[in-house]
Nanobody, 123 residues
Framework: QVQLVESGGGWVQAGGSLRLACAASGRLFRTYAMGWFRQAPGKEREFVATIAYSGGSTYYADSVNGRFTISRDNTKNTVYLQMNSLKLEDTAVYYC????????????????WGQGTQVTVSS
């Protein structure tokens, strides 16, 4: 069982930056691939970024590629999402998720989910 707790959300002006963190419980964190998803009001939850269990491979949604960076620190059981050049359309609840080993981009491939953290980008 893995428990995930996100933090770092908040208000930011367009063009600004935020760093989200997701802390995981359990000693098997280093064997889990991690993903970030988001859900905007009135929309389906969508994939944002994912990182392999080793941290050696990452993949991003086209909408955030070049602006967001996913990383992990296996010594701290934490995955991060650095968000730069934020846009109004990045406003959403951001969720982290975990699955064994290989990274994935589909929501149904993840076994564990956090409760989400709100990110609001204002003009």
């Amino acid at each position: 069982q893995v428990q995930l707790v996100e933090s770092g959300g908040g208000w930011v002006q367009a063009g600004g930056s935020l760093r989200l963190a997701c802390a995981a419980s359990g000693r098997l964190f280093r064997t889990y691939a991690m993903g970030w998803f988001r859900q905007a009001p009135g929309k389906e939850r969508e994939f944002v970024a994912t990182i392999a269990y080793s941290g050696g491979s990452t993949y991003y949604a086209d909408s955030v590629n070049g602006r967001f960076t996913i990383s992990r620190d296996n010594t701290k059981n934490t995955v991060y999402l650095q968000m730069n050049s934020l846009k109004l359309e990045d406003t959403a609840v951001y969720y982290c998720a975990a699955r064994p080993f290989d990274y994935a981009t589909q929501e149904h491939e993840y076994d564990y989910w956090g409760q989400g953290t709100q990110v609001t980008v204002s003009s």
